[in-house]
């Protein structure tokens, strides 16, 4: 019998590209590799064929689905942007701090990254979710 783990597999790596792409898709909205290609054309112009190369990079490495209309893709993201974000970090946690988001946290306050106001506003709303879930 085989053991299946219950954590999720972390997502794969994105490149620059790959990431602009995500993040396109994100503001815009569900799109075809057209207006995607379209939405990106001052940042990052490219052929037809390598917007659609990265969006099925994107899907294979489950960051994207697509649906058919017609003999249309129409791509959108998998995932909501936070969601990735906070499992990203999660990743950066576990890799560079032995999973203790406390010693990331005061790792950012030592070095200048999170500010003495940031960090009480942190606190505040972290107060408010729990008051909420209690």
Not at 7 to 19: M, S, W
Not at 87 to 102: A, H, M, N, P
Not at 111 to 133: F, N, S
């Amino acid at each position: 019998m085989a053991l299946s783990s219950k954590k999720p597999r972390p997502p794969k790596t994105l490149g620059a590209i790959e990431q602009s792409v995500l993040e396109t898709l994100w503001k815009i909205g569900p799109s075809t590799a057209d207006a995607c290609r379209k939405a990106l054309a001052r940042s990052h112009p490219m052929e037809d064929s390598t917007i659609r190369t990265v969006l099925r990079r994107l899907e294979e490495k489950g960051y994207l689905n697509h649906e058919v209309v017609g003999r249309t893709y129409i791509y959108s993201p998998a995932e909501p942007q936070l969601s990735v974000a906070a499992r990203s970090v999660r990743q950066l946690v576990d890799r560079f701090c032995g999973g203790s988001i406390e010693q990331l946290l005061v790792g950012m306050v030592d070095h200048d990254v999170l500010g003495a106001e940031e960090l009480a506003r942190l606190a505040r709303q972290i107060a408010g979710r729990k008051e909420q879930e209690g």
